[in-house]
């Protein structure tokens, strides 16, 4: 694998359950970041993580809960969701986690629907 | 508040020359990203502006004016393949990434 990988890409759900997004990154990246994309909307930063630790949370409610074991994984634990948590969840990594031309690399994202 | 501006959607013909207008209203500057993101698809870096002027990267070029707040991507013998959304996010005073819309560019035989 290389690059940024998201599990699964599609995910269907009842608001009543409890799902969980996983991402892993191959870069040797030692950020990593959620964001949430809503068609023709700019894209909402959730979630940081710099070398494991949690630096921003953009109050994201607390049916969002993250979790970074170490700096290639990172997971978003999902529970009780609403219908308007309908949307691409999208996975980045850089290098640095903040500074000058560090890019961010991102994955593939997951299709939630929340039904 | 923080506001990034771009046009919705775009149309264009294969082989022609487009621009894609950013305009943006931060707390601070530390640079601007253009990012493009095919339907589906993660999107992927394309170019980055710090200081002001015309950065040229094969096909595409992105202009920086930090005093007006500006920024275009140019995009030069457009291919069908260059279908896609276009993200523009500037980096803030406290080095978040605040994020643009996308702009929608179709191209046309």
């Known amino acids: 694998e290389t690059g940024v990988t998201q599990t699964p890409r599609h995910l269907v759900m009842g608001m009543t359950n409890k799902k969980s997004l996983k991402c892993e990154q191959h870069l040797g990246h030692n950020a990593m970041y959620w964001y949430k994309q809503s068609a023709k909307k700019p894209l909402e930063l959730m979630f940081v993580y710099n070398f494991k630790e949690q630096t921003e949370n953009n109050s994201v409610p607390s049916r969002f809960s993250p979790e970074c074991p170490n700096s290639s994984h990172l997971f978003l634990h999902l529970h009780t969701l609403q219908p308007e948590d309908s949307a691409l969840y999208l996975c980045a990594s850089s290098q640095e986690g903040g500074g000058g031309s560090d890019e961010q690399y991102f994955g593939p994202g997951t299709r939630l629907t929340v039904t | 508040g923080q506001n990034i501006d771009q046009p919705t959607e775009m149309t264009a013909t294969e082989g022609a020359i487009v621009q894609i207008n950013c305009t943006y209203q931060?707390?601070?500057?530390?640079?601007l990203f253009w990012y493009q993101q095919h339907a589906g698809e993660a999107p992927t870096f394309l170019s980055y502006n710090v200081l002001d002027g015309l950065e040229e990267k094969g096909r595409f070029s992105s202009f920086l004016s930090r005093s007006k707040g500006y920024s275009y991507l140019l995009l030069k013998e457009l291919q069908m393949k260059d279908s896609a959304s276009y993200l523009c996010a500037v980096r803030d005073s406290n080095y978040q990434l605040i994020w643009g819309a996308g702009t929608k560019l179709i191209i046309k035989p």
């Open positions: 931060t707390s601070g500057f530390n640079g």
